[in-house]
């Protein structure tokens, strides 16, 4: 359901172009790693990862369940709440695995949330946390990067500059590129695979934003958060 609605919607933001490195195969049981900029960022993964032939469940903040009829869509498609902060929090890793071995994809931001700046300027993933290292390390899965540019000239900054933004995209057309690297395994090492992750996932970006002509500059790295 998501994912029809996404590749119905995002076209009229503006055109969408996905790439993948060269024999590219997002196997059942995978974890796709994605960078996330903007609020309209997932509905462009979506979209790019329908018109690939996959529909993954996505591991999100618990908040959007409490919305209704998107928080029923939520539950029944088998996506995965994530309770920041608060007792529940282990409960995503579980419900991830669970997915993984039922053989979905599973597609987690490794930066677990969004960037604070308001700008729409573009830039490198942030720091990433250490779930998708150990979603990894407990599951086996492989792992496949994302990067995806151009969702922050769609929307940004405050909400009325999001709204504003939303409303004019269809006049602009600001367009948005995916692509799509080669899967891998990480190490056990949690520290040493989320590095990992995070160059990859850069990696994939930088192609997105360089396709779209825009600037690549790395965001500067902080200490990765546990």
């Known amino acids: 359901?998501?994912?029809t609605l996404a590749a119905a919607v995002v076209p009229s933001f503006g055109p969408l172009t996905v790439t993948t490195d060269a024999d590219v195969e997002l196997a059942p049981g995978s974890i796709i790693a994605a960078n996330h900029t903007s609020l309209v960022d997932p509905a462009i993964?979506?979209?790019?990862?329908?018109?690939?032939?996959?529909?993954?469940v996505v591991m999100a903040t618990a908040g959007l369940w409490r919305i209704p009829v998107l928080g029923r869509y939520l539950e029944r498609e088998g996506h995965v709440p994530?309770?920041?902060?608060?007792?529940?929090?282990?409960?995503?890793?579980?419900g991830a695995?669970?997915?993984?071995?039922?053989?979905?994809?599973v597609l987690i931001y490794g930066?677990?949330?969004?960037?604070?700046?308001?700008?729409?300027?573009?830039?490198?993933?942030?720091?990433?946390r250490r779930g998708l290292a150990r979603l990894a390390s407990t599951t086996g899965a492989p792992v496949v990067p994302l990067g995806h540019a151009g969702a922050r000239r769609i929307s940004s900054g405050g909400r009325t500059k999001q709204l504003a933004g939303l409303l004019t995209a269809g006049v602009r057309r600001p367009g948005a590129h995916?692509?799509?690297?080669?899967?891998?395994?990480?190490?056990?090492?949690?520290a040493a695979a989320t590095a990992r992750a995070h160059q990859a996932v850069t990696a994939a970006w930088k192609t997105a934003a360089e396709r779209l002509g825009l600037p690549s500059a790395p965001a500067p790295l902080r200490r990765t958060q546990a």
């Open 1 to 3: 359901m998501l994912s």
């Open 45 to 56: 993964v979506f979209a790019a990862l329908r018109s690939l032939g996959v529909a993954p």
């Open 82 to 94: 994530v309770h920041r902060h608060t007792i529940r929090a282990a409960e995503a890793l579980e």
């Open 97 to 105: 695995a669970a997915a993984l071995a039922a053989g979905r994809l």
């Open 111 to 128: 930066e677990g949330g969004l960037p604070p700046r308001k700008d729409a300027s573009e830039a490198g993933p942030g720091p990433f």
């Open 178 to 190: 995916v692509h799509v690297g080669m899967p891998f395994r990480l190490s056990d090492d949690a």
